[in-house]
């Protein structure tokens, strides 16, 4: 593609998810955990044409003139990016190949159909006949039947030219089942199905069989000027368009004929771009839930188990220790325990007359909600603010804001033209007469399943400044306020922009005065122009910059034009592990008195603009050393840190002769390991 100052996000994308896919190349990553890296590339290319593909294909409904003032190109950017995609498919089946193989010296087998035994066969068979047969549906074309987004279907074609559809009801049966064969044979649910759709349509003559699945469109589309209960109600409403919104993709088997190709596209009223050849196989999500069948440590990490955090685990008094000083949590390195017994201690204190927090992604069922019902049944009062636009995450958020309020919670949803993405809670307790307030500020939502997952950091503070400032953002939130005063919080879309902007005018300002002058930041993605254009002003003043961005970055290290012509190289890497790197650090030399910043706002114009984002400075000096420590562990590591660079040539940090390996996760895990062992010592 044409070398530009500023890399397409959606382009750029696609170069993190082939780091996930790089994962699953690497020989040393545990095998059943490289089939994990090939079910995570999976979920987020089927994400990714649910919702990024669906948006480059409304731009090309605007009119071509209007398109070409704007220099819109989405047909330009859609034939690379289905190119680009092209490859990377191919790759995974490769990859998957040799992991099939080498999980064949482990004993765990994936036979294809031509190579099941008679034996294998017949209990194929008989678990058909008791088990799926009844919940297989057919339908027909006569039907005009609706495909249903995510679902695996088998195309079945007759001798007469005619086809049916067959939903594979995975939602009911295991889509890998074990059969009879020395060690552990697994065949799909598909290819059980395949051996017996003679038994589904005795009276057709079967042609072929091939497996299809469609994402459709997941935009709801809604318009966002009315008022909160009836934007929630519309919301919910709404949910059912993605099962049969506007396709985006069909994964179809290669082995298809083109002539059944033809007529399947035309059935659904699919363009040539919209068909996307897959394997004989789709929806390798699945493989999210295929367990070690041996219980051989080899096949997956060994356990970390999360550790107890030095002083709030085991707190008697989890309000004195935090009033004592901050205290800052690291996930999934320590327990979510904390934050759950933080609530808890909330709900059940005599004192605590108030709890506020937001709910981003609510957890099905957890010690949290179980808390803050607990809350409400002692008599505190409780507000929640749950953010209903969350993506995929929707209707589960939305029952959960009705159960609250059933049981006498005040709970805010959406914020007309803007989501609250901030991950924040605030107690307010009585003390002597005296009300004082407790806050937690994070990086990551309020649920400890993905807390075992995602890298995150969160801060319990006491700090009056912090608190009345998180105290004006809940009054803004619940529209007691239009603005919030602030005087150290960071707060989108008021001040987070205009502040960092100003970290870096300073840094470039030190710089032009010979002083030492650099950023280290750690974060998801970076998107926002007005950010970049600032990164690449202070490069070019000499600021030394080091990015650490999991996702896309659409800054282009080393870009050069009439502009900047002097700029100094950026240096971007991006940690794909065991564990999501989800945490957002911001680190300013300042002259030498250094700043830091951490919470929930990545550099995009959606988090600085249009959401509610908090980000909390870090004042007590034990907890910047420690995170700051944790964050240059980050920026050192040389096994699992690749580069993002002009080419997204992906490539490993390398080692320099001599070095140290260091493997930033693990590392973090054995440094707070370390600092636990000293807390118990002294």
Known sequence: MEKEVYKHRDVNWLFFNERVLLEAADETTPPLERLKFLAIFSSNLDEYFKVRVSQIRQLKKVDKPLRKKLMLRPNKKLKYILKTIDGQQQRFGGILQDILEDLKGYGIHFPDLDSLTDAQKNYASEYFVENMQKDCEILEM????????????????????????????????????????????????????????????????????YSIKLSRDAELYLEDDYGDTALVERIYESLGQRKSGQPTRLLYDPKMPEALRKSLRGHLNLGKVDLFPGGTFHNFSDFFGFDNPTGNPKLNYGKKEPLPHPVLSDSADFFASIAEKDRIVHFPYQSFDSVEKFILTAAQDDGVEHIKITLYRVAKTSVLTDALLTALKNGKKVTLFIEAKARFDERNNIEWGKIFQKQGAQVFFSVPNIKVHSKIALVERREKKILRRYAYIGTGNFNAKTAKLYCDHGLFTAHPQITEDLHQVFSTLDRKLIVPKLKQLLVSPYTTRTAFLQCIENEIKNSSQGKSASINIKMNSLEDRTMIDALYRASDAGVKIRLLVRGFCCLVPNAKNDAYPHREPIQVTSIVDRYLEHGR????????????????????????????????????????????????????DNVKARIQDAADSNERVRKEQDGKALRSQYAIYDYLQLKLKDEVVD
Not at 604 to 633: A, C, Q
């Open 142 to 209: 006569g039907q005009n039947p609706k495909l249903l987004d995510g679902q695996l279907y088998l195309l079945v074609s007759y001798m007469d030219e005619s086809f049916c559809f067959v939903k594979i009801p995975t939602d009911k049966h295991p889509r890998f089942v074990e059969i009879p064969g020395e060690g552990s044979h697994y065949v799909f649910l598909d290819s059980i199905l395949k051996m017996n759709l003679e038994r589904l349509v005795p009276e057709k003559r079967i042609a072929g069989s």
């Open 585 to 636: 650090i911001y680190l300013f030399e300042n002259g030498g008195d250094e700043i830091m910043y951490m919470g929930s706002a990545d550099w995009m114009g959606r988090n600085l603009d249009r959401r509610i984002e908090v980000l909390t400075p870090i004042l007590d000096k034990e907890v910047f050393k420690e995170l700051k420590h944790i964050l240059l562990l980050q920026f050192s």
